[in-house]
């Protein structure tokens, strides 16, 4: 019986077929996509004139800071993301092997945490300036110089602290990728060392180092703990402030779009940058990589260069968090600690169930029908990770209140009673805004463990019977268990993390333990918050480790066969 090729069956399948997957997978993409309508619709349709006001006085001060922000955080983390990728994959040293997974440590630490940290030690009656004043003998302020923590300088210190294993992540792996012979080659072409790297391996490398830089200041963008407790007034803290402070949602919107075009100004210059531009592997032939040793006082100088991020980013940290942990004597605030902590776990995997069924939904879906119209849905889906979680808590709003007004509207008129909020202000909003922004690394995952599996299974489940719904239980789901428990594990992990959406979208009254961390460090009461923070800080290594390990794995021929399967 002669076999179909996957190439004649693929074009018989229609380009556009209602079925539930296409129907089911467009009415995610529509519902994900409304916050973001709903935030433009508010902007340039405002109902107050408070835009003026905004652009003539505080617009330019906001743009300013996000500029400095989101330039110092960018060049700190290339830095050292792409210098210390660069030395753990190449380059032989004491305690390379540690430095690998060690390097990505800061991730799991939120950047509002390591800022209350760190302002603990450096601010005038911190440990430090308080042991050199004991030292130098010192009285005042005014006998001697030290950098200012809460400052523009400072958040980007911090900041690039948390943020550079995003850069790190993705050059090592592109690192990995590459082929010893192309840097052999030009070395043989009298190329040195620091020339190979950057004629050769930087260009090589350069997409993934985009798309990491990229990450980064969309972080920066959507930071709000950092710049709040540093007082650095950024269009992130604008939002909070025009909406809460001032009272005007349409304001915020306004805010909110201008936030919206910086991020989208981000995605164009990052396409921009690689326009007509292509760097290939020429060659499928790999091997174990053989690492460079290096001469006793550059190896001291890697050492270093590898434990400065750790240390600061994780070590000094955790240890100061710790301590406060074991000095602080909670008494009756343990109750309380763990209604924290249930909120929290409760919404984080909530969530995380919610986007891997929606994830797995978009993916299969888009895998079954082959529809265009449902590949650019799945696409329009996965937006919300670019988007700051202010700018996203505005347009969540508006449609949900907008519900809750229609639905009492009707209550009252024909019942005589009023329904109040039914979804605003309560938690499924917390979890749709959670759901809306964090789905893309849902959906990530599972699109690419679906892409490993042949198209042929798919193919000789259908000769035998089998529905999609049936392939899809029977087939791949037992494929795929690993895949979705790393994007459950992601969005759980964020989830824990997230700020300024849960502090725009909970219910009143309604705590989790980032938003306690939050108000407790604002208020100096740093020794209180440090069990929440351990907490969350605990949460983020477990995918760390994770990483760390596919990382390893990434590279072809490491199993000793040159060309062999990672």
């Known amino acids: 019986m002669a076999r179909t090729a996957p190439s004649a069956i693929a074009q018989k399948v229609p380009r556009f077929r209602v079925d539930g997957w296409t129907l089911g997978a467009l009415v995610v993409a529509g519902l994900i996509a409304t916050p973001i309508i709903a935030v433009v619709v508010l902007a340039v349709a405002p109902s107050d004139d408070i835009w003026p006001h905004l652009a003539s006085t505080v617009l330019p001060h906001y743009l300013a800071n996000t500029a400095a922000l989101a330039s110092g955080v960018g060049i700190g983390t290339l830095v050292i993301g792409v210098g210390t990728a660069w030395l753990v994959t190449m380059c032989r040293f004491p305690m390379r092997a540690v430095f690998e997974w060690a390097l990505l440590l800061p991730l799991a630490v939120p950047s509002y945490v390591i800022a209350y940290v760190y302002t603990d030690l450096l601010e005038y009656a911190g440990p430090i300036q308080v042991t050199l004043r004991d030292l130098f003998g010192w009285t005042s302020r005014r006998d001697y110089w030290f950098p200012e923590i809460r400052s523009v300088g400072g958040a980007i210190a911090v900041m690039t602290l948390v943020l550079y ?77 025009v909406w809460l402070n001032m009272n005007s949602t349409a304001g915020a919107a306004q805010l909110a779009v201008v936030t919206l075009g910086v991020v989208l100004l981000l995605i164009a210059v990052e396409r921009w940058a690689r326009r007509k531009q292509r760097f290939h592997h020429t060659t499928p032939r790999y091997r174990v990589l053989t690492l460079a040793p290096l001469p006793s006082s550059r190896a001291a100088l890697a050492f270093l260069a590898c434990l400065a ?62 529809s265009r119209l449902l590949a650019a849905a799945t696409r329009l889906a996965g937006i919300g990770y670019a988007i700051p979680g202010a700018v996203l808590a505005v347009g969540v709003v508006v449609p949900l209140a907008a519900f809750d007004n229609a639905i009492d509207a009707v209550a009252r008129d024909h019942f005589g009673v009023s329904t109040g909020l039914v979804l605003s202000g309560t938690v499924f909003a917390l979890i749709f805004g959670y759901l809306v922004r964090f789905l893309a690394l849902s959906h990530g995952a599972i699109e690419a463990s679906l892409a490993k599996i042949t198209p042929n299974m798919d193919a000789a489940a259908r000769t035998l019977g089998h529905t999609p719904m049936s392939t899809l239980r029977r087939v791949h789901f037992p494929l795929m268990r690993g895949s979705l428990l790393t994007a459950a594990i992601l969005v759980f992990v964020d989830c824990m993390k997230e700020l300024p959406l849960t502090l725009l979208l909970r219910p009143f009254n309604f705590e989790t333990l980032a938003t306690n961390v939050h108000q407790l460090a604002s208020a100096e009461l740093l020794e209180q918050s440090a069990r929440g923070a351990l907490a969350i800080v605990a949460a983020g290594i477990l995918p760390v480790i994770a990483l760390s390990r596919t990382i390893r794995r990434s590279r072809p021929g490491q199993n000793g066969v040159p060309g062999g399967p990672p």
């Open 165 to 241: 294993p995003y850069v790190y992540l993705l050059a090592r792996a592109a690192f990995l990728e590459q082929s010893v012979c192309v840097i052999e080659a030009s070395r043989t072409l009298g190329r040195g060392p620091w020339q190979s790297f950057i004629r050769v391996a930087l260009p090589l490398a350069r997409p993934a180092i985009v798309i990491g830089l990229t990450l980064v200041l969309m972080e920066t963008l959507n930071d709000f703990g950092t710049v709040d407790f540093f007082a650095v007034a950024t269009l992130t803290t604008g939002i909070f402030d």
């Open 309 to 370: 991020p750790v240390l600061l980013g994780f070590v000094v940290p955790a240890a100061v968090l710790l301590r406060f942990a074991l000095a602080h004597r909670p008494g009756t605030e343990t109750d309380s600690f763990l209604d924290l902590a249930i909120n929290s776990l409760f919404l984080s995997s909530a969530t995380a169930a919610c986007a891997v069924l929606v994830g797995l939904v978009l993916a299969y879906g888009a895998r079954a029908s082959r």
